[in-house]
């Protein structure tokens, strides 16, 4: 199973997530592949965010070698699940689908609910973690 996390920058919210179902992927025995990617370019290249970074550590998860990169039409072939942060990364990622089983594979993390956006409070960082983590244990029961 290939799945990638996505959200506006690929430094705060899709670098968790991937963190995340990674980490809980392993410990399910799973052999699951999980990437993550942005919409936007402003961060390709570079590391996620020190406090998604922190925040994952703090609970035992190391994602700081991950790389920010944008999401590119040849995800849609290579991952089998796009789980998206908000409305609009669902929007830019559907405008970008060629077809009807590329949309299909495009959902929102949490359902029919949002992950917000932390990059300007740093108190959000450790919620958003929680909502994630709820997130992709969710995702882990309905897959397996």
Known sequence: MKLLMVCLGNICRSPLAHGIMEHLAKQQGLNWEVDSAGTGNWHVGEGPDRRST?????????????????????????????????????????????NDEDRKKVKLLLGDKIVPDPYYDDAQFEPVFQMIEKG?????????
């Open 54 to 98: 922190r925040t994952a550590r703090e609970h035992g998860i190391d994602i700081s070698g991950q790389v920010c990169r944008l999401f590119k039409v040849s995800d849609f072939d290579y991952h089998d699940h796009i789980f998206v942060m908000d409305r609009n990364n669902l929007g830019d990622i559907l405008s970008m689908a060629r």
């Open 136 to 144: 992709c244990k969710e995702i882990i029961k309905e897959l397996v």
